[in-house]
């Protein structure tokens, strides 16, 4: 299921946070802002991926109730990978 809702300002953690809640995910995936964010907020997670096209680069491993989300930079040359781990215990929203 995908849906359009404009959040402003864009990419404001605490509107996306309260959209999140409001429409009782664990995890959000926006966009617009062109820059990748991944924050663990309030019981749930905020995904921005940057970038559709993989201008910016991460990737998605969702296991059940996990996620890790891996994130690679190319700086100064060098490949940095970070990986931020979500799982989803017994006072997160019901999974969708």
């Known amino acids: ?25 664990d995890i959000l995936v926006t966009g617009h802002t062109h820059q990748f964010t ?24 969702i296991d059940g109730l996990h996620l890790v989300v891996y994130v690679y930079e190319l700086i100064d040359g060098e490949v940095k990978v970070d990986k931020i781990d979500f799982k989803k215990t017994s006072t997160s929203h019901s999974a969708h």
């Open 1 to 25: 299921m995908s849906l359009a809702i404009m959040v402003i300002p864009w990419g404001d953690l605490d509107s996306l946070a309260m959209l999140r809640r409001q429409l009782d995910v």
């Open 38 to 61: 991944a924050y663990k907020h309030v019981g749930g997670m905020v995904i921005n991926p940057g970038s559709a096209t993989g201008a910016y680069s991460s990737m998605m491993d």
